[in-house]
């Protein structure tokens, strides 16, 4: 079976959105409504990375007026990325978890931690917690808490399993993305793909950001095309 895994990085912008304009569908935000469209087009599934608190947003502030929606939403799932705050890896993961659910969403337990910064102690107590795969860089930087012997088969293998956890190499930033069709064929029958939030064109304008929407619509229609099954 292939399988390809999209997600989003540093997300944050379309949950203060929908939490500041009283929208009669969350699906109302550009940036839902785009994966929205991906998913009944394509059957795209997407895995949002997400900052619990950034500047005037808080997840624990995040209303749930769209409950019924997101739980209803099963192409989309959510899981901690990190914060911009000084505070405890564990403590911020569980409290974004218990938030998510109050406002409907769902929990991924695959997580791509801002940085990939984690150490020992606390990658056992995300285990425990349901993790089972932590995502890592698709360069060649030091992840988590991987020793640089670890670091080197990771990126020979593209994953290592270590203590019960999967080490799973990210193949492909879409902001560094030069040849789609090409690229496509050499990600193999598990495709790791990402891009960042701030990169969709609702955020930003300009040919480099639109071009981010055009190149996610090249691997969807690739990836469905060739019968890639979607996976969180």
């Not at 795969?133 to 930087?141: F, G, I, K």
């Not at 950001?209 to 969180?232: G, H, R, T, V, W």
């Amino acid at each position: 079976m292939k399988t390809a895994h999209i997600s989003f990085d540093d997300v944050w912008l379309c949950l203060n959105d929908i939490n500041r304009k009283k929208y009669k569908s969350v699906f109302e935000n550009s940036f839902l409504s785009t994966l929205l469209k991906f998913n009944k087009k394509y059957g795209a599934k997407f895995t949002l990375y997400c900052f619990d608190r950034v500047k005037s947003f808080d997840i624990e502030k995040m209303t749930d007026r769209y409950f019924e929606e997101l739980t209803s939403a099963d192409f989309i799932k959510f899981a901690y990325h990190g914060c911009f705050e000084q505070g405890n890896l564990i403590e911020r993961f569980s409290l974004f978890n218990k938030n998510i659910e109050r406002i409907g969403g769902k929990t991924s337990s695959t997580l791509r931690l801002h940085r990939f910064q984690a150490n020992e102690i606390d990658i056992s107590i995300l285990t425990a917690g349901g993790v089972n795969t932590l995502l890592c860089a698709d360069d060649d930087r030091i992840n988590y808490s991987l020793s640089l012997d670890e670091n080197v088969r990771l990126q020979q293998q593209r994953q290592i399993f270590k203590d019960g956890v999967l080490y799973r190499k990210s193949d492909l930033r879409l902001e560094l993305a030069r040849r789609p069709k090409q690229s496509v064929l050499d990600l193999g029958d598990a495709a790791v793909v990402f891009t960042h939030e701030w990169a969709f064109p609702y955020v930003r304008r300009g040919i480099f950001i639109d071009n981010i929407l055009k190149k996610m619509e090249i691997y969807l229609a690739y990836f469905q095309q060739l019968e890639y099954e979607f996976i969180f």
